[in-house]
């Protein structure tokens, strides 16, 4: 049996490229996102989202909010509109609590060919900034077709 949910069928973006993290980093399964990897030093993860197709046209606030939703006691520490493949882009560094411990998470969510975008990077707040830099490179290295 499948259900018809109203918005249309979303599927995931062909053809995107990138550069996976490397070590520490390995490659996990996620039904949360399209590729996810995780660090076998902190457990920090990277991870990106791609959803295409839906008839749904939601704001760069509406998919940062829909992220950020996982974390309790939220507390948004800097938002910023920015650019990104060419596109407009929103960049968000958050701290909160998942299962009572405090996490960091820095997203970008941006809209591309008719295609939603996030990318992740978050962790345990005392560990997070360690890996930083490897989101940044990820980040880089992201091409959405």
């Known amino acids: 049996m499948s259900v018809q949910l109203p918005g249309g069928k979303v599927t995931s973006a062909k ?3 990138f550069s996976a993290p490397s070590s520490p980093f390995n490659e996990i399964k996620s039904d949360s996102s399209d590729k996810a990897w ?4 902190t457990g920090n993860t990277i991870s990106y989202l791609s959803e295409c197709g839906g008839k749904n046209e939601p704001t760069l606030q509406q998919l940062e909010s829909d992220s950020l939703s996982a974390l309790n006691s939220l507390k ?3 938002s910023e509109d920015t650019s990104f493949n060419g596109r ?5 560094l958050a701290q909160g609590f998942v299962d009572g411990v405090s996490v960091q998470l820095s997203l ?3 809209k591309k ?3 939603n975008y996030t990318l992740t990077y978050g962790g345990v707040e005392k560990n997070f900034q360690n890996e930083l830099n490897t989101f940044e490179n990820f980040k880089q290295n992201f091409k959405a077709p």
Not at 38 to 41: A, Q, R, T, V, Y
Not at 88 to 92: D, G, L, M, S, V
């Open 113 to 115: 060919n008719g295609c």
């Open 15 to 17: 053809d995107v490229s």
């Open 88 to 92: 407009a882009a929103r960049q968000t």
């Open 76 to 78: 948004v520490l800097k």
């Open 108 to 110: 970008l969510v941006f």
């Open 38 to 41: 995780i660090s076998g030093k």
